[in-house]
DNA sequence: CACAATACTGACTGAACGTTCGGTATAGAT
DNA sequence: ATCTATACCGAACGTTCAGTCAGTATTGTG
């Protein structure tokens, strides 16, 4: 890699820095290029240059942040024995991955406007399907061991899904500190339920 | 009441109508006033005549649709004798009406966006308050009577909102009969969980 | 040195959109 | 009949913003 390729990637890198930042401070919608471009420095051009759209942008810091956390998560996993440790650390992981890295806010609010090109579409739906995918296997791994009731593992991923989904929306009106009360609640109740036995 | 004014009331009616038609249908930042025109045959400053602004006539949608629902839940609660049957009723209720008034999408897509006047802000935070003293109060309920076990309802009534919410969401990528199940499934694990016992 | 190829610039475009405002029509009051 | 308040119209305004493009600078290559 020479002088130039590389410089060419440390300026990607700082786009993209600068401008997860602004997405993660402003939202989606309200941080334009403009912003960007007072925040780094490079041209307009220079972003379209690196970048094809604000879309694009956009996809690539959500895909880089969703593969960092599934790295975080490979390189812990082992420390926990039971399902259920399991967990606790994947809502603990997310509690604290909502409050340093709240790209959430801003995912959610781009994946909701309604002009989705067929290409954020298909690749929302991998990034839900991988995720749901992920509880499932949890789940079934709960499941197989006896830690868990018999059940359709499927469908409870889904559950749980719902659940730590709210639970990152509902997080973001509460203080800090309570939104890793809110977690554990999630799972405590997810685990053992309300109901007097 | 004079001809006029009767008059006057119909055409806002009117106006509302459609508008929630076009926000369930296209969301709230891809319907325009422009469409609304187009909808209601009304000009654009009448529009505005009647609303203070496209915020407004939202906001007065959302408020209309959420006075509607209470009043539902407090014609029918009384058919239902344990709190229990409550749960999986409001669930069901929340289901139908996910499926029926759509507003729900075109209104956290409008909760999301950043700009949110002091004054919407407030009306978000009351009417969230008021779904959490809901729930909390329902819990409280089955608490003691002993259906539940003991616990802090008010956290309850978070992680409770929180599976609402995050369900809603989910079933907007499920077929619709998957989603009565999903909200079904939801209210069972909160009373159940997964945990063997 | 000449010649690309790559990296970068920023003025400009064009469209979308919420809101305003000067004005008109109509119904009720005096 | 005159007046006034309310209801309604729609062209125009001002702003925002993603994206483009013709051109310039910089770096690598033969």
Redesign the pocket.
């Known amino acids: 890699m020479?002088?130039?390729?590389l410089?060419?990637e440390q300026?990607k890198k700082k786009i993209a820095v600068a401008a997860r930042a602004l997405f993660v401070q402003k939202g989606y919608k309200?941080?334009?290029?403009?912003d960007i471009v007072g925040a780094t420095?490079?041209?307009?051009?220079?972003i379209?240059?690196?970048f094809k759209?604000?879309?694009g942008l956009f996809l690539f810091l959500i895909e880089e942040w969703d593969h960092e956390w599934e790295l975080n998560w490979k390189q812990s996993e082992h420390l926990y024995n039971t399902t259920t440790e399991k967990l606790y650390a994947v809502a603990e992981q997310l509690a604290t991955d909502d409050l340093n890295h709240p790209l959430t806010k801003a995912a959610d609010e781009f994946f909701h406007n309604e002009e989705k090109t067929s290409e954020v579409e298909s690749r929302m739906a991998e990034m839900n399907a991988k995720h749901l995918a992920f509880n499932q296997k949890l789940l079934q791994e709960g499941i197989d061991s006896g830690e868990f009731k018999p059940g359709d593992a499927e469908r409870l991923a889904v559950v749980l899904e719902a659940i730590f989904f709210g639970a990152n929306h509902l997080s973001r009106s509460l203080a800090p500190d309570k939104t890793t009360i809110l977690y554990r609640d999630a799972v405590t109740v997810f685990l053992d339920g309300v109901a007097e036995e």
């Open positions: 020479n002088q130039k390729q410089q060419s300026t309200a941080t334009s290029i403009e420095g490079s041209s307009k051009g220079n379209y240059y690196h759209s604000k879309e």
